[in-house]
């Protein structure tokens, strides 16, 4: 064992907890989700804690560490100094079950109301024909392992239990980007329900997102700024206005 | 505690591809279904899966065909595979991938527009259909975003999304319920509180993956607990071949947090080479007889290959996975391996840093971030990890109905016969979607036929009191520690190379650490008490274990994700035998089963000398049966 590390590990439920002070050993190369580990397997066994793949490939471990949202298994212990004392607490954005473990269900919530992909009328299996620079707009936005770091770390909602209702996140504006983008799908009118429906507006670009994603997707310049701008085009643009309205009856809603 | 009940015509177990293909062709068959999954929805092990899903659609080369890709499968498996599994799996799997596009999949292109395809070992032409190297996130998500869209049309129909088509996420299921020697339904626990949740419905479908956690070194996630293998041994299936697990030749050997996680094999397909402490590439040495003439055996015509595939033979770091990892394995041992035990695999020296950036993303993020290393400047440390178990539940190829257990059904990784004793790469993620079709349309089937079957208050309450047991109980063993001694066991005595003693010796332990594990007490409360989870967790693996060393001490050859010390060559006669395993309540029994003979169209797939290398003279002179 390379050193011993000073945690302060939030245990606790909906109803009430605190932060625990635990010594644990820790070897060269490993991460924080090594190090709580041996903490459940050594002296907390009930400690609760949600992990998968440990290769940030599924998003499961999403924590706070010192304050910052994370991967616990994409976060090595040589980031931080030998007398620091790392503090881990769960999302702050979702309420607590219990200790580590968060209810992320508002996520799986504004996933249903995202419409899916719709496919042009007609079209057969393995018919489509994609050229690669026009499916790689969207395979960025495919890459989300839906970690919700950023949903957790979003301003508009970290401290606001009420915007939930009305805002779906970074996270599903990504996925209407992708959809938007998406050289098959024939829905129309994405980027207005972003504004109207899935509350872009609340957005105001601070680039938090962007910044806690460990998949490095550029959530605010390829996703939410793109689609801000063009909805402002239609929004304030006569011309486009009056075309908008007038194509209205042929479109999908 | 008041029980959470449900009724449902079908009951889905593991949420990664089998299980969604599985409840949506169910659903789509205007069968109400529930998915169960102990990990949020969407977290399941497919989304590991990088390389990409093996589909002949000849995109890149047109000489490729589903009777291509069979003879593949069957060779990558050394004629081991049920052939009617690999028959279906080549024919259906080009239209699987065609199927995911229309939901949104959008997968790498050709200049022509169509989904690109790559090499990968065992592949005579490029096959793969690919996403970069994240192929399983894209199958995974488009699944689940599958899912949302059946949901949202039933929310326009019925009013609620949820009425025909639900996701149960983060609960375990403990027992397949039985009434009147049939299915009747699953049931379980809900892993954030701890409250028991009954399913009953006619038919399960079990979907649950892998078993990797069982060992030591391994590129599984925590769910690989082999619980679905665990079930149906419980409930009267049976489990085929269970000694072949294969153990991917590069997983990273360094840092230890990392230790296991996969480094994909597109690496190689894509051009990386493996080399010794000493510099060499050593492959080349390790070429069994039965490659010698798809293989190159100098690296001149190896690297030629990038560039002509119709005229050069394939380089050897191409060869089937089992071979790979048993090369390695043979390198490190003969000390010529790394300071941390592996060799070295480099595509540095081939590919520009943007071309490797692009090809291989998440490989250069998962070297960089976790271990520090830049793939495009330097080589990676790898070596063998526990991957994939080719054994499971001894299944129907065509309906994926569990051998022995009306209304049970199984298809994914959980599922044995498709892949023979070593599978392909590339094949798990096209055999996640037709087998899981299939197992959706087996299950439609049978509730047609079948109706429902109630289960009793006493089959309920016999449940109940398993959950219940390892509270009752104080001060006995810790589950974290018997699953560390399990593990030590397998890594030792049951891994890539194993003896009929070792295996003996295993035997012994495991017998002894389940004898133990039935005084697992657990500290804290049901609720996300993962200590409490570990303890159902354990007795599935335990219960792999032991079939997994009772049918390897059996079998006395080697052969694919199965070699012997003692028994070093491929046996013709073993060639003919399944090893079935299955539960009597105390311990695994295995016996001896013939397998299906290939069918002479099959057969006459094959140039006869080929099959001369696996076959025993008398099955070549039947040529197969009519």
């Known amino acids: 064992m390379a050193r011993t590390l000073k945690l302060r590990i939030w245990r606790g439920d909906d109803k009430t907890g605190a932060l625990q002070d635990v010594t644990v050993e820790a070897n060269h190369g490993e991460v924080v989700l090594d190090i709580i580990h041996r903490v459940q397997a050594t002296q907390m066994g009930d400690l609760a804690v949600r992990w998968n793949c440990k290769a940030g490939k599924c998003g499961s471990c999403s924590m706070e560490i010192n304050g910052k949202p994370r991967l616990a298994c994409m976060t090595q212990i040589s980031a931080y100094g030998e007398e620091e004392t790392i503090t881990i607490t769960p999302l702050r954005a979702f309420p607590v079950i219990k200790d580590l473990v968060t209810d992320v269900s508002y996520n799986y919530k504004k996933a249903m109301e995202i419409p899916a992909m719709e496919m042009p009328a007609g079209m057969k299996p393995g018919e489509p024909r994609m050229q690669q620079v026009d499916v790689e707009r969207s395979q960025e936005f495919r890459k989300c392992i839906e970690c919700f770091l950023c949903q957790n770390t979003c301003h508009v909602i970290r401290d606001h239990e009420e915007n939930k209702k009305s805002f779906a996140g970074p996270r599903f504006f990504i996925r209407i980007a992708e959809l938007d983008m998406h050289p098959l799908d024939i829905l129309r009118n994405r980027k207005k329900t972003a504004q109207e429906e899935h509350g872009l507006g609340f957005c105001n670009i601070t680039k938090c997102c962007t910044e806690v994603c460990p998949e490095h997707i550029k959530i605010t310049d390829n996703a939410i700024i793109p689609m801000k701008e063009r909805v402002a085009d239609e929004k304030y643009d006569p011309v486009r206005w009056l075309g908008s309205k007038i194509r209205r009856r042929e479109e999908v809603l | ?626």
Not at chain 2, 345 to 368: G, N, T
Not at chain 2, 429 to 444: I, K, Q, Y
């Open chain 2, 1 to 626: 505690m008041t029980l959470e009940k449900y009724k449902y015509d079908v009951v889905v177990i593991g949420a990664g591809g089998a299980g969604l293909r599985a409840a949506v062709e169910a659903r789509d068959a205007g069968l109400s279904v529930a998915i169960v999954c102990k990990s949020l929805f969407g977290k399941a092990h497919t989304v590991m899966a990088e390389g990409g899903a093996a589909a002949s659609m000849g995109n890149v080369n047109d000489n490729d065909n589903w009777m291509v890709h069979f003879r593949d499968t069957m060779r990558g498996g050394k004629f081991l595979n049920h052939y009617r599994m690999a028959e279906l799996h080549a024919k259906e799997a080009p239209d699987r991938i065609w199927e995911l596009e229309m939901w949104g999949a959008l997968f790498d292109r050709t200049k022509e527009g169509k989904i690109s395809q790559r090499n990968f070992g065992g592949h005579e032409y490029p096959r793969l259909a690919h996403v970069g190297d994240r192929t399983g996130l894209e199958l995974i998500r488009t699944m689940q975003q599958r899912i949302v869209a059946l949901q949202q049309k039933d929310q326009r129909e019925t009013g609620d999304a949820e009425k025909n088509l639900k996701v149960f996420a983060e609960v375990t299921i403990t027992e397949i319920l039985k009434e009147n020697g049939k299915v009747a339904g699953a049931y379980g626990y809900r892993r954030e509180s701890g409250e028991e949740i009954l399913f009953e419905a006619p038919a399960v479908v079990i979907a649950t993956g892998g078993v990797g956690k069982t060992f030591k070194i391994t590129s599984n996630s925590w769910e690989g607990t082999g619980d679905g293998h665990a079930l149906a041994l419980k409930a009267g299936a049976n489990l085929v071949d269970m000694e072949f697990l294969q153990f991917h030749p590069t997983g990273m050997v360094w840092p230890l947090s990392v230790k296991g996680i996969l480094v994909t094999e597109s690496v190689r397909g894509e051009g990386g080479i493996l080399t010794n402490s000493l510099g060499e590439r050593f492959m080349f040495k390790y070429i069994p007889d039965v490659f010698k003439d798809k293989y190159a055996d100098n690296p001149e015509e190896a690297d030629r290959w990038y560039l002509d595939q119709d005229n050069n033979r394939r380089p050897p770091e191409l060869l089937p996975r089992d071979e790979v990892a048993r090369a390695i394995n043979s390198e490190v041992k003969a000390g010529r391996g790394t300071e941390h035990g592996g060799v070295f695999l480099d595509v540095s020296k081939r590919l520009s840093a943007e071309v490797i950036k692009k090809r291989l993303p998440s490989m250069w993020h998962q070297f960089y971030e976790l271990a520090g290393v830049d793939i495009t400047k330097e080589a990676m440390e790898v070596g063998p990890t526990c991957h994939y178990v080719m054994g499971g539940v001894e299944v129907e190829p065509d309906t994926a109905a569990a051998v022995g257990v009306d209304g049970l059904f199984a298809a994914g990784e959980v599922a044995g016969g498709m892949h023979g004793s070593n599978r392909l790469g590339g094949n798990s993620l096209t055999d996640l979607l037709v087998f899981g079709r299939r197992a959706g349309m087996g299950a439609v089937e049978y509730v047609k036929s079948h109706g429902a079957n109630p289960a009793s208050d006493a089959t309920i309450q016999k449940a109940s009191a398993k959950i219940e047991a390892p509270f009752a109980r104080t001060g006995g063993e810790n589950a974290y520690s018997l699953h560390q001694e399990l593990q030590e066991i397998t890594h030792n005595l049951v891994g890539i190379i194993r003896t009929g003693a070792e295996l003996k010796e295993a035997i012994e332990k495991i017998a002894d650490i389940r004898k133990r594990s039935a005084n697992i007490s657990v500290t804290g409360d049901r609720k996300f008490n993962p200590g409490f989870h570990l303890a159902f967790d354990l007795d599935n693996m335990l219960l792999v274990a032991e079939s997994t060393a009772k049918s390897a001490i059996l079998r006395e050859e080697s052969r694919g994700g199965h070699t012997r010390d003692d028994f070093p060559g491929m046996n013709s006669t073993w060639r003919q035998v399944n090893h079935i395993s299955s539960f009597d309540g105390e311990k695994v029994n295995i016996k001896a089963q013939e397998l299906p003979a290939l069918p002479k169209e099959l057969f006459d797939l094959f140039d006869v000398h080929e099959l001369e290398k696996y076959m025993t003279s008398e099955e070549i002179a039947k040529g197969g049966s009519k």
